[in-house]
């Protein structure tokens, strides 16, 4: 079993609707992201947390809200999903109390369309 | 100007040959970087880090950094297709303790037999 699992993989769904990404992590790891891929932009930080009582915005924020429900959970939302947040979206996990690595553990990804 | 510039591609070698790819970085404070390696469909990789200037080696895999320039690159010796991926460089952004990247877009490598 994946270390970080997205559900779900796929997702087709309309402009205005509601959409909820979610993360859960087996590794223990403090901190989670959330990137989104798109093609010829590489990966962008939405939001991060470095704990459940604490969430920070990352450079593309709007549009997105997250929920960090325990140590090892960290949902993503689109409130009103529009066709320009079709995108990959993926969440990682780090743990910097084991030394400044840098490395991030991905999950699967979750693959979003809009229509 | 983006924070961290990579040429998308695509890159094409033969097999045996040595793919250098390239990765420029804006911010000066910078002082971590890494190399992802992303196949078709699949999530990134960490495959190098790099913190001082200089090279650093691992198996076939050469991590270079010139902070003076600005510039990081990573070295493929004896390219093989299953080397064929995309590749991610990325800078640890600042403050550096929230452990977050800032990636550039990427350069996809292929590999031919």
């Known amino acids: 079993d994946a270390d970080v699992t997205q559900t779900p993989r796929n997702r087709i769904t309309k402009t205005g609707k509601r959409i909820m990404l979610e993360c859960s992590q087996t590794?223990?790891?403090?901190?989670m992201y959330w990137y989104r891929q798109d093609p010829g932009l590489g990966l962008r930080l939405i939001y991060y947390s470095f704990d459940v009582k604490d969430i920070n915005k990352g450079e593309i924020s709007d549009g997105y809200s997250v929920s960090r429900q325990a140590q090892a959970k960290f949902s993503l939302s689109l409130e009103s999903a529009i066709p320009n947040q079709t995108a990959l979206y993926f969440c990682?996990?780090?743990?910097?109390?084991?030394?400044?690595?840098?490395?991030?553990?991905f999950g699967e990804g979750s693959r979003l369309t809009v229509l | 100007q983006k924070e961290v510039e990579q040429n998308s591609g695509p890159l094409s070698v033969p097999e045996g040959a040595i793919a250098s790819l390239n990765c420029t970085y804006s911010?000066?404070?910078?002082?971590?970087f890494f190399w992802y390696r992303q196949y078709s469909g699949k999530s990134p990789e960490l495959i190098m880090s790099i913190y001082s200037n200089g090279d650093k080696e691992d198996g076939r895999f050469t991590a270079q950094l010139n902070k003076a320039s600005q510039y990081v690159s990573l070295l493929i010796r004896d390219s093989q297709p299953s080397d064929s991926a995309t590749y991610l460089c990325a800078v640890k952004g600042v403050p550096s303790n929230t452990g977050k990247l800032i990636f550039g877009q990427g350069t996809t490598l292929q590999v031919k037999p």
């Open positions: 590794k223990g790891h403090d901190r």
């Open positions: 990682a996990t780090s743990d910097l109390n084991r030394g400044n690595t840098g490395e991030l553990f």
């Open positions: 911010d000066r404070v910078s002082q971590s």
